[in-house]
């Protein structure tokens, strides 16, 4: 069975300061990844996905992931963070059944 | 512009009384879903549906209902068996590939007074 998780429930960072939000999954068969982000009271708006390919993900708003099969992660990572990237973060994983299976999510709280 | 329109984006519901939580697309998407959000809990798949008239039971599904009479239309009704119903619900939309990516609306916040 799929599973994803993610280890950091939240996450402060000051502003300009690089940031990663750490995800792992657990799958026996190739996966498609996905990052999205929730603004406050908001649905969640798709960052990023990998499919195949080349493993350095960028997406919207300067935000970037890796896929590493071998430690089965696929990170977020942004250089230089906002306040506006203040929002909660979550990793979801698919088999190719588009039922997706999501993290619990990562609060990042980015501090002036 | 296309997307997921939810209504309403809040709602009080008295103990025992069901209530129906909508869910609109004109993305042309065939499959749709309905999630459940609990702080620190994530999202918990409650149904979801690939087709027209067809539909599934997720993880979470006792005490839920839907219908999917029409393409564009997958409304979500939370039903006096539900034990604990007030939640932040997200409906979301796809097209038959995976690849593509989930579609959010904007959720609806059920309390339940």
């Not at chain 2, 997958?74 to 097209?95: D, E, G």
């Amino acid at each position: 069975a799929q599973s994803v998780t993610q280890l950091d429930s939240q996450v402060p960072v000051f502003e300009e300061a690089p940031v990663e939000l750490r995800c792992n999954y657990s799958s026996s068969v190739s996966v498609y990844l996905f990052w999205y982000v929730q603004y406050p009271n908001q649905g969640l708006q798709l960052l990023l996905k990998y499919l195949s390919g080349s493993t350095l993900v960028k997406g919207i708003n300067g935000f970037e992931a890796e896929f590493n099969k071998s430690q089965t992660s696929f990170h977020l990572r942004k250089p230089s963070v906002h306040i506006s990237d203040t929002a909660e973060y979550f990793c979801a994983v698919d088999s190719g059944t588009y039922k997706y299976i999501f993290g619990t999510g990562t609060r990042l709280k980015v501090l002036a | 512009d296309g997307g997921i329109t939810q209504s309403p984006k809040y709602l009080f519901r008295k103990e025992g009384q069901n209530v129906t939580l909508s869910c609109e697309q004109n993305l042309n998407h065939d499959a749709m879903y309905w999630y459940r959000q609990d702080p620190g809990q994530g999202l918990r798949l409650i149904y979801y549906s690939q087709i027209v008239n067809d539909f599934q039971k997720g993880d979470i599904a006792e005490g839920y209902s839907v219908s999917r009479e029409k393409k564009e239309s997958f409304p979500l009704t939370v039903t006096s068996a539900q034990k604990n119903p007030t939640a932040f619900y997200l409906c979301a939309s796809s097209m038959v590939e995976a690849a593509y990516g989930y579609t959010f609306g904007s959720g609806t916040r059920l309390t339940v007074v």
